[in-house]
């Protein structure tokens, strides 16, 4: 039987977990059997600029915890996992899946963003998406170009009453 002290220890894991799941934007569940010691710090250095972290913990934990905030994704808990949580919506799933490209040991297995459960393609879809910035810049870049006609226009009709004063 496990003792007082291991079950409050778990207890206060599968809360800390519960917690991250309430607090976060987008979470992604990922295996990461196979990962270098480096590769790894450098993920996590990276998830890092988007206030975003990575964590192992206990499958049977984990599971607990998804369980109890109403998530099933029963068969994602086999092997070795890594949980995602990221305070963005967008930037950590950009940054895993940029990864997971580049390293052939990180496998996304599932993701849930605004507490929805994303399928593979779904994400794919989600790191394709430009970044606000990059939104924001062609909005701006669409928006030059009517206001260059416009100006071409005004140019034009003030040459045009130049001639009729002539």
Do not use: C
């Amino acid at each position: 039987m496990a003792s007082e002290k291991n079950l409050n220890a778990k207890k206060e894991t599968v809360k800390e977990i519960s917690d991250k799941l309430k607090n976060s934007a987008s979470i992604i569940v990922f295996s990461y059997q196979g990962m270098t010691v480096e590769d790894m710090a450098n993920l996590r250095k990276e998830l890092k600029k988007s206030n975003s972290e990575v964590k192992i913990y206990k499958n049977t934990l984990a599971k607990r915890a998804f369980t109890d905030a109403n998530i099933n994704n029963e068969e994602f808990w086999e092997g070795p996992n890594a949980i995602l949580f990221g305070s963005e919506l967008l930037e950590p799933i950009k940054v895993i899946s940029k990864f997971s490209k580049d390293n052939e040991h990180i496998k996304i297995r599932t993701g849930l963003a605004d507490g929805k459960i994303l399928t593979l393609d779904e994400i794919k879809a989600y790191a394709e998406i430009p970044s606000r910035e990059g939104l924001l810049t062609m909005i701006a870049s669409g928006l030059m170009e009517y206001v260059k006609e416009i100006a071409i226009g005004i140019d034009m009709y003030a040459k045009k009453l130049e001639e009729n004063e002539k």
